[in-house]
């Protein structure tokens, strides 16, 4: 094997300043100006090997399933150290023709009430340090980690779907409607 093909499976991710990551065998554990974190590597198959102001990512193979798995890993850690120094936030939009759905956060749940005129309220759960805050119409969540923030959403999006009947009619649901990198208040 040539050595352009052993580089193409090696990358680094620079640390941004003001973030620091250490390693505990699989673990790696972030601490940046908003907060802290951990990401667990257990399952991806990639070597991690951290020096003083990169990330050098190795992969355990040699194919182009290997390869992808690299950058996975590599986006990961950039959004994570993104997220630490600035933040992200998505609004969701509540929409509703008839029944007046709210929504409210209890602890780590979030309680959609009266969606299409049900007595009970739809609960769904909040993923990581994810801040969910209901402003009227809208549901703005903001935190620290891309795919808890983004796993919240898909929760809350996916217990206010229509079913068995016609969505093109019944366009009741809280829906996405912006996503951006910062921490809006």
């Given at each position: 094997m040539s050595t352009?093909?052993?580089?193409?499976?090696?990358?680094?991710?620079?640390i941004p300043e003001g973030v620091k990551i250490t390693q505990n065998k699989h673990m790696l554990s972030f601490e940046g100006p908003l907060g802290k974190t951990f990401k667990s590597f257990r399952s991806i198959p990639v070597n991690?090997?951290?020096?003083?102001?990169?990330?050098?990512?190795?992969?355990?193979?040699f194919r182009k399933r290997d390869y992808?798995?690299?950058?996975?890993?590599r986006s990961i850690i950039r959004n994570i150290c993104e997220g630490l120094i600035e933040g992200y936030t998505i609004k969701m939009k509540v929409v509703f023709a008839h029944f007046p759905i709210t929504v409210k956060v209890e602890g780590k749940k979030i309680l959609i009430e009266n969606f299409q005129g049900e007595r009970a309220p739809r609960t769904t759960r909040i993923v990581g340090n994810t801040k969910v805050i209901p402003k009227g119409e809208d549901v703005i969540l903001t935190?620290?980690?891309?795919?808890?923030?983004?796993?919240t959403a898909a929760n809350i999006a996916l217990k206010t779907k229509v079913k068995n009947k016609d969505h093109r009619v019944f366009l009741d649901g809280i829906y996405i409607y912006e996503k951006k990198k910062g921490i809006e208040k």
């Open positions: 352009e093909q052993v580089e193409k499976f090696q990358d680094q991710v620079i991690i090997e951290i020096t003083e102001d990169k990330v050098i990512l190795k992969t355990t193979g992808s798995i690299l950058h996975t890993a935190g620290e980690v891309w795919t808890d923030i983004t796993q």
